[in-house]
């Protein structure tokens, strides 16, 4: 290579890299450096029911009021009260009392809530890091299946592309199975990181409470003896409406629970009937591996479950099937087959 290309080529170099290393520089710089970054430094909300609602083309934290629900995004861009604007934040930083105080400012002016009835609902939880699942965990569920009752707990997963929303849709034509179930379930918000907390402890980590559904494919859980394929499907774990803080739960262990279908009652139980109850499963799960703000632990399903019923009454699940899960506290979560 002669002297002239040798420098035109060095030179072109330089003249390319150091855009391109000054663009990307406060790239990486903006980049969490490590998972506690989702660790809230603020007060934690309390005495608060909150929302994910979608509204002119973006999702926000709402709070549910009186007046419907306060659309929180827009609300601090009239009061500035540094308050989170979305349930990740809320992780990220707590807000508590800058929430308050806006939710206390905005209470008179019109504009700022969306009627419960017309609301466009997200998952109340957008982007947690885990969904952890736990199996059998409901005697009566248990005995309806044929099997024993877990010594320990048995988790599982979904993952973020199984989130779902109230008044949400579950495309089954979509998918390669006939064998739709639903369950009812009380789910775990994680509110504080958690490795190797006490039972005594383990609730003091937790956020708040929601109603949720662990959707199944069971032809495709039962493909092999990993439950993956038929729990993850896209939009297969509804949750919300509400995120409930903990505070207004005083024992999630003794909870009314429910599951309808086209109107008609087909799971009722308590979640008094958990063979490993809220405390012992934050602890048990936190022994093995981190828990974080944000991460949803499904707490399992009680009995009435289509699985659970003799082969020939099994009618499963199909397109323009309404679910709706209630939740004592928690209020009623709905989706709908297409």
């Not at 002016?109 to 969306?114: A, M, S, T």
């Not at 005995?143 to 008044?167: C, D, W």
């Not at 599951?259 to 093995?288: E, K, P, W």
């Amino acid at each position: 290579m002669n002297r002239s290309r040798r420098r035109f080529l060095e030179t072109a170099g330089v003249a390319v890299s150091a855009p391109l290393l000054a663009r990307s520089a406060p790239r990486a710089a903006a980049q969490p450096t490590a998972p506690p970054a989702r660790r809230a430094a603020g007060e934690t909300p309390r005495g608060m029911t909150l929302v994910t609602i979608r509204r002119r083309g973006e999702t926000s934290l709402g709070i549910r009021t009186d007046r419907g629900i306060l659309d929180v995004r827009l609300a601090e861009g009239m009061f500035r009260q540094n308050a989170p604007v979305t349930i990740d934040e809320v992780f990220e930083r707590g807000g508590g009392a800058e929430l308050q105080r806006l939710a206390e400012r905005a209470g008179k002016e019109d504009g700022l809530h969306v009627p419960e009835a017309t609301a466009e609902f997200g998952p109340c939880v957008t982007r947690p890091e885990k969904v952890v699942c736990v199996g059998l965990n409901y005697r009566k569920h248990a005995a309806e299946t044929g099997q024993p009752v877990p010594k320990q707990p048995i988790l599982f997963n979904k993952y973020n592309n199984a989130l779902n929303s109230h008044r949400g849709v579950i495309h089954v034509s979509q998918v390669p199975a006939r064998q739709f179930d639903y369950e009812v379930e009380l789910v775990i918000v994680m509110g504080r990181r958690a490795r190797d907390v006490a039972e005594a402890d383990a609730l003091s980590h937790v956020f708040g409470y929601c109603a949720g559904n662990d959707f199944t494919a069971r032809d495709l859980q039962r493909v092999s003896s990993q439950w993956m394929l038929g729990k993850t499907l896209d939009g297969s774990a509804p949750i919300g409406p509400y995120l409930v803080t903990a505070d207004q739960v005083p024992d999630p262990n003794k909870l009314k629970l429910e599951c309808r279908v086209n109107g008609q009652v087909r799971q009722s139980s308590n979640t008094a009937d958990m063979v490993f109850n809220c405390a012992s499963l934050v602890s048990y799960i936190s022994r093995h591996f981190t828990l974080v703000p944000g991460d949803l632990i499904f707490t399992g399903t009680p009995e009435g479950v289509i699985a659970g019923y003799p082969r020939e009454r099994q009618v499963w699940l199909e397109p323009g099937d309404q679910v709706t899960s209630t939740i004592e506290r928690l209020g009623d979560l709905q989706f709908t087959l297409a």
